[in-house]
């Protein structure tokens, strides 16, 4: 058996990858230039069509640049689910406004809309439901949330590309916008990426304006149009968020690519769930039936009769050379959100009690057959 670590995620990065960057590199648009569109075109059309696609530089940019677009600012609260990474969080707090955190359902990790329910305010404008692990969150069930109290909903969909709910595509929805990541160890990368998808013509203009410093046009607009190359307005206040031509250049192959990983990675967790099931572990919700999971994460929880807890399980994995991760730290166990709202876990029964157990195990489209083995037999290992 191969002795080395088998790290926890790893990118799928092939020779067209490798050689569609060479030739952007080459084409002399190290910025933002023709690729940025052909992608942007791309998403939309897996998305559905009927979408607008805007490439932002990161998830993290597209968030904050989804609600500055629905115009949350000072004075207003936006529903985040603990249960996140805290950019998710950040950005609402960078626009003036009050992230308001919710517990999550015990089975998906969702935010729970009943707890959501219980924290809507006349000053809430807005919720950012987070699609854990690549499993969508109902999109019926969400619609009729955001409906009954009148809120914008912005998607965080960093783990789901792809992914769809009931037939829909995640993206494709009624929701504001919805924002996609291609970091490092996300299910399609260019690196550091994002993407925006909206319905909204309006939100789709703005975020093309803000992305840029607030630019009338960008650089590559500017090549092309008859108004001489140096001519532009600066109509906002922007941001510098705009993906570049070698990023995208990858982005487009990883989305000829994104239906065969994404496939990969449904068959491991399928040879995890059939591995696992005698051990004392809780295993992921396989979802409704007709949902197309992305299975970015598998996350496993220690049940109370196994021989080690969470930290024990994690640490013995890599002592036999496995890396796990933990998704997530819930955002109100993390001192800056801890002391900002006063937070307590009491407020949080559910993800409190779940972070205690959770783990997530190696699961990337790169995996060899081998190296599916090898975790097995290390869970195996470890807890037998
Ligand atoms: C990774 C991640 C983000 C941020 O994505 P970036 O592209 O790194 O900015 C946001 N939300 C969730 C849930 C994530 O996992």
Redesign the pocket.
């Known amino acids: 058996m191969d002795e080395s670590r088998l790290p926890f995620a790893l990118p799928d990065i092939g020779e067209e990858e490798i050689a569609a960057v060479t030739d952007a590199l080459r084409s002399g648009w190290l910025s933002s230039g023709p690729l940025v569109p052909r992608f942007e075109q791309r998403f939309a059309d897996a998305c559905g069509g009927r979408v607008g696609a805007v490439a932002v ?7 904050h640049l989804a609600l500055e677009a629905l115009g949350v600012g000072p004075g207003m609260e936006v529903l985040v689910p603990t249960w ?5 969080a950040e950005v609402v707090v960078h626009l003036g406004a009050e992230p308001v955190l919710v517990d999550v359902d015990p089975d998906t990790l969702h935010i729970d809309f009943t707890d959501a329910a219980r924290k809507v305010t006349d000053r809430t404008v807005a919720v950012v439901p ?3 692990a690549g499993q969508p969150v109902s999109a019926a069930d969400l619609r009729d949330f955001a409906d009954t109290h009148r809120l914008a909903v912005v998607e ?1 969909a ?2 789901s590309f792809p992914a769809s709910s009931q037939g829909i595509p995640v993206g494709a929805g009624t929701s504001a916008a919805t ?5 490092a ?2 299910t399609i990368t260019t690196g ?3 993407m925006v998808v909206t319905r909204d013509p309006d939100v789709a203009r703005r975020i093309r304006t803000t992305r840029l410093h607030g630019f009338d046009r960008d650089g590559f607009a500017r090549y092309r149009s008859d108004r001489p190359s140096w001519r532009y307005d600066v109509v906002e206040a922007g941001w510098k968020c705009n993906l570049t031509d070698p990023a995208a250049a990858m982005g487009l192959v990883q989305l000829d690519r994104a239906e065969a990983m994404r496939a990969r990675r449904q068959e491991i967790a399928g040879r995890y769930r059939n591995a696992f099931a005698d051990l004392p572990l809780d295993l992921p919700p396989p979802g409704p039936a007709g949902d197309v999971h992305a299975w ?1 994460l598998f996350v496993v929880r220690l049940r109370s009769e196994a021989l080690y807890d969470r930290d024990g399980f994690v640490r013995e994995m890599s002592r036999l050379g496995v890396g796990c991760s933990v ?2 730290i819930p955002l109100h166990q993390h001192t800056y959100w801890r002391d900002r709202g006063r937070l307590t876990d009491d407020l949080f029964p559910v993800a409190s009690a779940e972070f205690a157990r959770v783990v997530s195990l190696p699961l990337f489209s790169a995996m060899t057959d081998d190296q599916v083995e090898r975790v097995v037999t290390t869970v195996h290992k470890v807890l037998q």
Do not use: I, W
């Open positions: 530089n990161s998830a993290t940019a597209g968030l996140t990474f805290t950019a998710t987070v699609h854990f965080d960093a783990h924002v996609f990541s291609f970091y160890t996300k550091e990426g994002g970015h998704h997530f």
